[in-house]
């Protein structure tokens, strides 16, 4: 019995294929043959960069027909990997990701131009919440802990970095207090699921909760009336790196930053070596897998379970702090609106890996900054549908990819020495 | 037969480490919880804490008054307010509980029912207006008589909620996809709809669009009638809930689908191996819940007089899920929970024009929830002793319905 459906587990299913090519047959049809009229421009550099490449200009409806077919070949690609039993790899999702995305911008931009390094950037900046969002949820999540607060910790975070920040005129103290704020929600939640061995999720949504009650209350009793002393942090400088930043897209899309951004691009391949190429993480990974067997090598379960949710909380808060001092400038009444969720799908989409889920939050992220250009370059179009596409993803992806992303098999169950 | 005093303190010690025990007792911290922060952010007392070592007595002063006015006026904004001039406007916070209880009361059995099945059910957000998408179209597009209306528009609520929640359900049973993705996912997804459906006056939005995304309110052959008259704006809406609590307790507790729901929470493998088909269970498990949020969702449509907003799922959803864990997933825990929360709605305003801002109540309803959450915790902080294995309790009880049962 348990060999047969460990059989089943270990087949490559057609399921990527079959999803890359329906979704290749829509874009031929949708952008190519059903496709607007007229020239869309991709503006690579922006004016005021020190090195100035050409514009691409190409018809909308070619270019809906061109990716179409790329996206389709792709698709025959996968398929001939799953014949051969073998997994789609990354980076083939991520180079069909991306045309789907340059076929998606040229199909919105038709008569219009594209401002891809803007837009690049812009979805870097807005998905740092959920990367590390996603990061925090990840850790707690491989050593066996469901982490539903992860809204809680982006709030707590925002609220610290901007109260802090305002009160003390330090940046520094403001990004500290925001990784200590998310802590703290992940210190209830480790508390109540290691030691209380209370329902893991069910904690993380009443901490949302009550920290979403907490924020706004202080908010509302006291930030507002107090707005010009306790929360007008404004936000953190941009650095500009040498040199780096003056290479064209990449330069302004990644070396011209907020240090929330610098830390987010190196925290998570940080995280994918320490998870997948040390002891530290071996060990946290065995914890989450199997901690009755961890537990016989001499682990203690408890204690790395309690650190690594710990550890998450704070990088979660982080990303709480990249969304006031790092992005908006002040603190908002529910201002992580939903991002905590969108991490927790992140979380899964990557399959529990940490660059594969950096990669799904700029989806989201560049979801966000979709929705507000769509309805500048056509506002015929009806951008609720827009929205729903990473959603919708999700939902693909989780239910037809399923079987082949496999949570941490000790998730949300408590560990108590028998 | 007299009772021994050893059977007396065995029936005490179940009462003390029951779960109503803890009920009470995780409501009562709740408050506290809430209390401090009012007094923490009162002027008043951060200003006599300056001096607090000269006169103490101001602090605490200050202290009370800022709790006792606060929770008074949400006492007077949810329950009976004293200061009206006639009594007919004293009640009527009383009848506004009742109104913004009905839809929680409801949504909380949706979400209670999935936790009998060992299931979570994130999604009555995006069951909620699925629901209110079907309820609407009936009741703002369809021309049918009075009462026949408002039954083929409440049913058509039910239907939409219950079909997303049955999808949601049947990808889980063949796929595996967890429910809490996918329901977060359709909550988002069914939002964004929802709010186009709004904007286009040919589907669901105005007639005499505004280019605002809201629709028309329903006609008036499908409202939910007033009860008391037009004094108050308590509707039929509550009398739904009433009867959901009933249905709710018969399908759970008497009838054999019920008893399929509770073996696969129990055990799902156990209840595999009795023949009992687990997939199917998630399936019908997600759409019986859909359906009971879906009644909420007919309240929603059906009772707004001005006519639906995108935001008009009121967070239900969210909030069921703490009415579902604070009323133990049972039909009476869940009213009287729905009838907690509800109270903390209908004073939210109230409290406002004090001048404590009722965010608070958001904090004592998530600290309530989350001390219901770790029963450890709160036998540990009031030295409650552990869960007991005697049914001193249930034999009493049983003896004293035999006695009833005789006369």
Redesign the interface.
Known sequence: MSQIQLAKEERIGFKSPITMASIGVFVIIFFGVLGREGETVFEISRRADLIQLPSISIGSSSLGWVSGILLLLIAGYSLSSSLKNRKTPLWVSVLYGAIGVIALLGWLAAGNQVPLTFIIGTSLVLAVPIVLGAMGGLMCERVGVTN?AIEAQLLAGAFMAAVVSSITDNFFLGLISAMIGGALVSL?LAV?AI?????Q???G???N??????T???????LTQDAENVNFPGTLDIIKIPFLSDIPVIGPVIFENRITVFVALIFVPTLYFILFKTKLGLRARAVGEHPLAADTVGINVGRTRFWWVTMGGMSAGLGGAALTIGNAGAFGREMAG?FG?IA??VV?LGRWHPISAALAALLFGFSIILRVWANQVSPGI?T??I??VP??V??IA???F??QSR?PKALAIPYTKG | MSESPDRFSQALKEILSGGFTRTVLSIILGFLVGAL?MIG?DKAFIESLGYFFSRPGDALGAAFAVVTEGYGSLFRGSIFNGEAETFEKAIRPLTETLRLAAPLILAGLGIGLTFRVGM?N?GGTGQIISGMIWATFVATRLELPFIIHTVVAVIAGVLGAALLGALTGF?KAR????E???T???N??MF??F??LL?DPLLLGEEASTGNAKADPAAASAVLPKILGDNYNLHWGFILALAAVFAFWWLMERSTIGFRLRMVGENPDAARSAGVSVERVYILAMGLSAAFVGLAAANQSLASPLGLFPSAHANIG?DA??VA?LGGSNAPGILLAGLLFGAFKAGAPSMQVFG??P?????????I??FI?????IRMLFRLPPPQTTSVLSDIRQKLMRRGGAK
């Not at chain 1, 030691?195 to 329902?199: D, R």
């Not at chain 1, 706004?216 to 006291?222: G, K, T, V």
């Open positions: 539903i209830v109540f030691k209380y061995l209370a329902q999720i069910i904690v949504v009443v901490l909760v009550l920290v979403i009650g907490i706004s209350f202080l908010f509302q009793q006291w939903g969720f927790l799908a899964i009806p609720d549908f929205i729903m959603y919708v999700t939902v989780v239910v037809a399923v079987g949570p | 922060f952010s979570f994130i990808l796929t595996g996809a967890h809490v993705i996918l977060i996912m359709f988002y997804i964004n709809f709010n186009f904007k969210f899920i703490t864990l404590v801002s965010e608070v109540l958001g904090i004592v309803q998530g600290a929830v989350l959450a770790a029963p450890p915790l």
